[in-house]
């Protein structure tokens, strides 16, 4: 019967991706990159308030999800007060097998100081492989010591169905003259179109740091505090291959300020990519009012259209 249950589950898988901001982006927090002031949260208590909402969220879908696609994970760093975030992600999660993949490490800064942010993949379907491979990168170090070490995170999914489930944080500060956005979701689909050629059912997950659908929030935001924001090449999509996002709620919001509704600009950046061979049940964006980072969590339910 246990066999059954899996195999309908690797049939019809459930996924969630979502950026926690390493348990430091709620509401109350703006970002110095975003033109904010902030470089951390203002205290630790803030990362325990957030950390408890992730913590909420994931007991509550954990039983009817297969697969979390989790960004900006983060082990003892300066900007979560020294808090293990993937430590207590894994332990709210223990039946889930996973993977982690710094994307930020600092360079010659030693504790307490330094910093370690990135992307986890987190599965309770037995048989599953992980892989990383490299994107583009920006040229340059921020501040001098530190610069994103871009990658897709891959989950090999080997059943009836061969899923290939592909984990991502694409850049978010590039300009427009080395557009490594593009280079990136150049490259992620050149791989992806790989894997749907070799009869694999292909799934890309994450925050995209690209506006994916062009739905206009109420906001009063000014243009200078959009700097970052870029639509989806959208040319760049093979033909077949479908976007399962929600339109009807943003899931991210901008970080010059703290967040107040209807003032703070949001869009929708984070969602699913999939290829021409999986079906698209439902995608929903769990509209948290951006309590415990400045990202909702989107789920989808896939399956396969052959």
Partial sequence: ENAGQEQMLRERLNLVTWNVGYAGMGKESDFVFDLGVQRRPLSAALIDKNMGGIESYLSKTK???????????????????????????TAKLPEFAWFFGADVNTRYVPPPWNVQVGNAVFTKLGGAKAERRALPLEPTFELGVFRKGYRMHILRIDSKRKWVIINIHLSTFDTLEDDVRRKQVTTLLRF????????????????????????????QTDEKFQFWIRDFPQELVPDGWSWAVDPSTPTVRTAHQPY???????????????????????????????????????????????
């Fill in 192 to 219: 992806a179109e790989e894997e749907y050629a070799k009869g694999n059912h292909v799934v890309i997950g994450g925050d995209w740091n690209l506006r994916l659908a062009p739905t206009e929030f109420e906001h």
């Fill in 63 to 89: 039983a009817d999800t297969d697969v979390f696609l989790i960004q900006e994970a983060a082990r003892p760093s300066w900007n979560t007060y020294r808090q293990d975030i993937l430590a207590k992600l």
């Fill in 260 to 306: 107040v509704a209807k003032d703070n600009y949001t869009l929708i950046i984070d969602g699913f990519l999939v290829s021409p061979n999986v079906k698209i049940h439902s995608v929903v964006t769990d509209d948290q009012n951006f309590e415990f980072t400045d990202h909702h969590p989107v789920s989808a339910v896939l399956g396969g259209s052959d």
